[in-house]
């Protein structure tokens, strides 16, 4: 019963071959660029203006450099938030429940705004490993700590949003498991399981959009200290 728990976050495989990279290029399909050919309609003047809120949002802390990152940084939140809404339907696999595709996400774009700083500014960016005004003493152990704390902000960007996400999974399938064996033994207990089930579906759907955010921003937040 464990095992089976966690067969959801198995990569699925066609011929030996996963099909994860698959299921990364259907999010994109989902958000057609508008030309001058098409016509407004009401699905993509809510695109243009959820993209526009999202840009305004994440460029809202970052200066007129900063802004050079605006396209990435919102492309990458519409594939999260894309990625992790599709995951909660029925008979889908999340690829953002695996700490490799996350990891491969974060580590680049955190060392991207690491070496930015370290060209335009090396003195500012260094600066950022001692805090003014520390005692002599404890130099060497405010420098190792806070390297350590530079070093671990992509692990700790791609173990939050695999922890929620696969929390979440892991919850919904757990009570929609004890849905269906109370059914026939407990009726009430069923319906009363069936509506938590309910709410927390919506939480993870919330869950789902802030995660996506959340990851993004505190990028956007690192390269803010670099630039």
């Excluded at 699905?43 to 970052?62: C, D, E, N, R, V």
């Excluded at 060392?111 to 600066?127: I, V």
């Excluded at 001692?130 to 130099?139: I, M, N, Q, S, W």
Aim: aromatic share 8%; proline share 8%.
């Amino acid at each position: 019963m464990n095992l089976s728990f966690f067969d959801q976050f198995t990569s699925p495989c066609l011929l030996g071959i996963p099909l994860i990279l698959l299921s990364l290029l259907f999010p994109p399909l989902l958000f057609p660029s508008p030309n001058n050919r098409w016509l407004t309609n009401r699905f993509s003047t809510l695109q243009s203006w959820f993209l526009h809120l999202t840009t305004k949002q994440l460029m809202s802390p970052l200066n007129q450099k900063g802004h050079k990152w605006a396209l990435i940084l919102t492309s990458l939140m519409m594939l999260l938030l894309t990625i992790n809404l599709l995951g909660l339907l029925p008979y889908t696999f999340t690829p953002t429940t695996q700490l490799s595709m996350n990891m491969a996400l974060a580590f680049p774009l955190w060392l991207a705004t690491l070496l930015t700083g370290l060209r335009n500014q090396p003195s500012a960016s260094l600066g950022h490993l001692l805090p003014e005004g520390t005692p002599t003493p404890l130099v060497p152990a405010l420098i190792l700590i806070e390297t350590i704390s530079l070093l671990i902000r992509p692990l700790a960007l791609g173990v939050r949003l695999t922890a929620n996400l696969t929390a979440g999974h892991l919850l919904i399938q757990l009570i929609s498991t004890a849905t269906t064996a109370l059914l026939p033994i407990i009726p009430s207990i069923s319906i009363l399981t069936t509506m938590i089930l309910l709410l927390l579906t919506i939480l993870e759907v919330a869950v789902a959009m802030i995660q996506a955010y959340v990851f993004v921003l505190l990028l956007s937040l690192y390269l803010q200290e670099n630039i």
